[in-house]
């Protein structure tokens, strides 16, 4: 996955969905990477582009990520984000 200087919560939105990613909490587990190649591409920068799949398999393929590093919220009002620390 990349490195990233900031720990900060970083966004990408795209019509129906926004994916936050929070480089911190990220174990390099790459249940993204191996679920959604399209959406998830450590090469590409920005790396995540929430446009490249359907809002479902977004949500599905996030919910694997077992570090909480990224979360959504779906204009249908779904949520994820980490739990407190
Ligand atoms: S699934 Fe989560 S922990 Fe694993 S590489 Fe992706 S963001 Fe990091």
Same mark, same amino acid.
């Not at 969905?17 to 920005?46: K, M, N, S, Y």
């Not at 446009?51 to 393929?61: E, H, L, N, R, T």
């Given at each position: 996955?990349? #490195? *990233?200087?900031?720990? $900060? @919560?970083?966004?990408?939105? !795209?019509? +129906? &969905?926004? @994916?936050?990613? *929070?480089?911190?909490?990220?174990?390099?587990?790459? *249940?993204? &990477? #191996? +679920?959604?190649? $399209?959406?998830?591409? =450590?090469?590409? =920068?920005?790396?995540?582009?929430?446009?490249?799949?359907?809002?479902?398999?977004?949500?599905? &393929?996030?919910?694997?990520?077992?570090?909480? $590093?990224? +979360?959504?919220?779906?204009?249908? +009002?779904?949520?994820?984000? !980490?739990?407190?620390?």
């Amino acid at each position: 996955m990349p #490195h *990233e200087k900031s720990d $900060a @919560i970083r966004e990408y939105s !795209a019509p +129906g &969905v926004t @994916i936050t990613w *929070e480089p911190g909490r990220c174990r390099h587990a790459q *249940e993204c &990477v #191996h +679920g959604l190649p $399209a959406v998830f591409d =450590r090469d590409r =920068r920005p790396w995540i582009d929430p446009s490249a799949a359907s809002v479902d398999d977004i949500v599905d &393929v996030i919910d694997r990520c077992p570090s909480y $590093a990224l +979360g959504y919220r779906t204009g249908d +009002g779904r949520t994820r984000t !980490a739990p407190p620390a």
